[in-house]
T-cell receptor, first 112, second 112 residues
Framework: AQSVTQLGSHVSVSEGALVLLRCNYSSSVPPYLFWYVQYPNQGLQLLLKYTTGATLVKGINGFEAEFKKSETSFHLTKPSAHMSDAAEYFCAVSDQGDKLIFGTGTRLQVFP | EADIYQTPRYLVIGTGKKITLECSQTMGHDKMYWYQQDPGMELHLIHYSYGVNSTEKGDLSSESTVSRIRTEHFPLTLESARPSHTSQYLC???????????FGQGTRLTVV
């Protein structure tokens, strides 16, 4: 069965600093991996996804993630944080069974 | 823009009442999901469906039930609401495989 681990339930950065949110997955088959963002009292919005091909994936709002099979990781990064990036971020994995499993989430705070 | 809708957005109801949370999508997706999320916490998969007349329980045990009589509709029912059911319920749909999930805005349920 697949699973997702997000290290760090809270991450705080200064505006303009690098954002790094960690995600490790477990899957018995090549996974499909996703990052979502959730703003207060909202549903989830897709940031980016990895399916096959290029391991560096670019998403919306300047975010990107790199799939590293050897490390079973799919960390999310952004070179320069903006105040509007403050939100909850979820990593998710799906195998060919089509269940979609989410990690525990990381709350990103951005300080001026 | 995602075409998946949940109603109601907010619901306050007394203990013992029967409630149905509605979820509809107009994208023709076969896969639909219900997640339960406490404020600031992770998403727990409680039900999913691979298509009409197909429903499965998720990883988190839930006293709710679901039905999938039509592709576009995936309602969740609580026969007798209890305070422990107070939570946010998120509905999602996807085409399956490598495709991303689209989320509704959520229903925030409070049982008093």
């Amino acid at each position: 069965a697949q699973s997702v681990t997000q290290l760090g339930s809270h991450v705080s950065v200064s505006e303009g600093a690098l954002v790094l949110l960690r995600c490790n997955y477990s899957s018995s088959v090549p996974p499909y991996l996703f990052w979502y963002v959730q703003y207060p009292n909202q549903g989830l919005q897709l940031l980016l996804k990895y399916t096959t091909g290029a391991t560096l994936v670019k998403g919306i709002n300047g975010f990107e993630a790199e799939f590293k099979k050897s490390e079973t990781s799919f960390h999310l990064t952004k070179p320069s944080a903006h105040m509007s990036d403050a939100a909850e971020y979820f990593c998710a994995v799906s195998d060919q069974g089509d269940k979609l499993i989410f990690g525990t989430g990381t709350r990103l705070q951005v300080f001026p | 823009e995602a075409d998946i809708y949940q109603t109601p957005r907010y619901l306050v109801i007394g203990t013992g009442k029967k409630i149905t949370l509605e979820c509809s999508q107009t994208m023709g997706h076969d896969k639909m999901y219900w997640y339960q999320q406490d404020p600031g916490m992770e998403l727990h998969l409680i039900h999913y469906s691979y298509g009409v007349n197909s429903t499965e329980k998720g990883d988190l045990s839930s006293e709710s039930t679901v039905s999938r009589i039509r592709t576009e509709h995936f309602p969740l029912t609580l026969e007798s609401a209890r305070p422990s059911h107070t939570s946010q319920y998120l509905c999602a749909s996807r085409a399956g495989g490598a495709s991303e999930a689209f989320f509704g805005q959520g229903t925030r349920l409070t049982v008093v």
